[in-house]
C-alpha cells in the first residue's frame, strides 16, 4: 500500500463548492491508497501551518505528497509546503488548477521553478495548461484530466420548446455570473420563452451584485444557493443549455458534467475552454463579456437540431473519456 499526504483546500460550508481535494482523494483511496489530508481550517494563516505540520507529522511514512496548485493566493500555500517537501527530501506532485499559472510562470518565474523543476512530476488537467508549462520549458509536466464517475451522469435527451439556462459556479467576479442575466434579459427582450438557474454559493460578495441586477433588469432568476452533485444534476434534468460565462478559466468540472449529462454547452472562449470544448464539435463557444455573441450562439443550439444532436454526442464521449476507470492508471503511474 502507498501513502499519500493530499495538500489542498478541504473546506466545506455554504460558501464554497467541494474542490478537488474531495474528488481524488476519496478516489485514490478506493484503489486501496492511504491518504491523509490538510487543510480544513478556514482561517488562511492556520490553513498553511496545518499544511506544513501535515507535512512534517507523516514525512516518515509518505510515498508522496499532492498539491492542489492555483494561480493566486493558494500558490503560495504550495510554494511553502513544495520547499519543505523539498528540505524533507519528499516526492511531491503538484496539480495544476489556476488558469492564470501560466501569467504566474511570467510574473514570478524564480518562485514558480522552485516549485515546478524540482517536483517528481507537474500533473495537468488540461492540455492547455499542459501546453503552457512545454512552452515554458518545464519537461515533467504530464496530462492527467479531471475525473469523473461516469455512471453519476445519467445521459438524459430533452425538450427544446422553450429556453432553459443552466448555470452552475461559484459565484465570484472571475466567473462573470452577470453576464448570465444579461444574456436572460436579452433573451426575454426578443420574444423568447427563457427561464434561468443559477446555482452555486457566494465565494466574494458576488452574488448579491447579480441578485441587483436582475432586479435591476427587470427578470426573475432561480438562485438555490450551493447544492450537493446529486442535487444539481437531479435539478438538470429540468435545463436545456447549459452556459459558462468564466473570463478565466482551466477545465471546470462543472462544465464536464454538464457534457455527461446530455446539456448542450455554451461558453465563453477562454484559457482551457477550447482545449476541452471545439466549436461546434462539443459545443459552443464565444467571445467573453459578449452577451450578443452568446445570445446568438444559445438561439443557433435551438434552431439546429441535427447540429445540436451531434456536439451533444460528441460532447458525451468526451465526457466518458474522463471517467475514474479510464484515468486511473495515470495516477498510478506517477505515483
Same mark, same amino acid.
Given at each position: 500500500?502507498?501513502?499519500?499526504?493530499?495538500?489542498?483546500?478541504?473546506?466545506?460550508? &455554504?460558501? #464554497? &463548492?467541494?474542490?478537488?481535494?474531495? $474528488?481524488?482523494?476519496?478516489?485514490?483511496? #478506493?484503489?486501496?491508497? !492511504?491518504?491523509?489530508?490538510?487543510?480544513?481550517?478556514?482561517?488562511?494563516?492556520? %490553513?498553511?501551518?496545518?499544511?506544513?505540520?501535515?507535512?512534517?507529522?507523516? #514525512?516518515?511514512?509518505?510515498?508522496?505528497?499532492?498539491?492542489?496548485?492555483?494561480?493566486?493566493? &493558494?500558490?503560495?500555500?504550495?510554494?511553502?509546503?513544495?520547499q519543505l517537501c523539498r528540505l524533507l527530501k519528499l516526492d511531491y506532485v503538484p496539480i495544476l488548477h489556476g488558469g492564470n499559472l501560466p501569467k504566474r510562470l511570467h510574473r514570478t518565474p524564480k518562485l514558480s521553478g522552485m516549485i515546478f523543476n524540482h517536483a517528481k512530476q507537474n500533473v495537468s488537467p488540461s492540455h492547455y495548461l499542459?501546453?503552457?508549462?512545454? $512552452?515554458?520549458?518545464?519537461? &515533467? $509536466?504530464?496530462?492527467?484530466?479531471?475525473?469523473? !464517475?461516469?455512471?453519476?451522469?445519467?445521459?438524459?435527451? #430533452?425538450?427544446?420548446?422553450?429556453?432553459?439556462?443552466?448555470?452552475? %459556479? !461559484?459565484?465570484?467576479?472571475?466567473?462573470?455570473?452577470?453576464?448570465?442575466?444579461k444574456v436572460l434579459k436579452t433573451l426575454l427582450n426578443k420574444g423568447y420563452k427563457t427561464t434561468l438557474c443559477m446555482v452555486g454559493p457566494d465565494s466574494d460578495g458576488t452574488l448579491a451584485n447579480v441578485k441587483a441586477l436582475a432586479s435591476i433588469l427587470g427578470v426573475e432568476v432561480t438562485f438555490t444557493g450551493k447544492l450537493s452533485k446529486a442535487a444539481w444534476t437531479q435539478l438538470s434534468q429540468d435545463y436545456n443549455c447549459f452556459i459558462n460565462t468564466t473570463n478565466f478559466d482551466n477545465t471546470p468540472v462543472s462544465v464536464i458534467e454538464a457534457m455527461a449529462l446530455g446539456l448542450p454547452i455554451v461558453s465563453t472562449n477562454v484559457g482551457g475552454m477550447p482545449y476541452l470544448i471545439q466549436h461546434q464539435q462539443e459545443g459552443l463557444l464565444v467571445a467573453p463579456e459578449s452577451v450578443e455573441a452568446m445570445v446568438e450562439a444559445i438561439l443557433y443550439l435551438f434552431e439546429h437540431a441535427t447540429e445540436r444532436d451531434h456536439m451533444i454526442a460528441n460532447a458525451r464521449a468526451v465526457a466518458e473519456s474522463f471517467d475514474w476507470n479510464c484515468v486511473k492508471q495515470l495516477w498510478k503511474d506517477v505515483l
Open positions: 500500500m502507498k501513502n499519500v499526504l493530499y495538500i489542498g483546500n478541504n473546506l466545506r460550508g &455554504n460558501h #464554497r &463548492n467541494p474542490s478537488y481535494i474531495s $474528488v481524488l482523494g476519496p478516489l485514490l483511496e #478506493r484503489e486501496g491508497y !492511504s491518504v491523509w489530508y490538510a487543510s480544513s481550517k478556514a482561517n488562511i494563516v492556520l %490553513r498553511l501551518l496545518e499544511m506544513l505540520y501535515a507535512v512534517i507529522k507523516h #514525512r516518515k511514512t509518505t510515498n508522496c505528497v499532492l498539491i492542489d496548485t492555483y494561480s493566486t493566493l &493558494n500558490f503560495y500555500y504550495a510554494f511553502a509546503v513544495s499542459y501546453e503552457r508549462f512545454k $512552452v515554458h520549458g518545464m519537461a &515533467n $509536466v504530464t496530462f492527467i484530466p479531471n475525473a469523473i !464517475s461516469i455512471d453519476d451522469y445519467p445521459f438524459k435527451e #430533452r425538450s427544446y420548446t422553450t429556453i432553459k439556462l443552466l448555470w452552475v %459556479r !461559484s459565484f465570484s467576479v472571475l466567473y462573470n455570473p452577470e453576464l448570465a442575466v
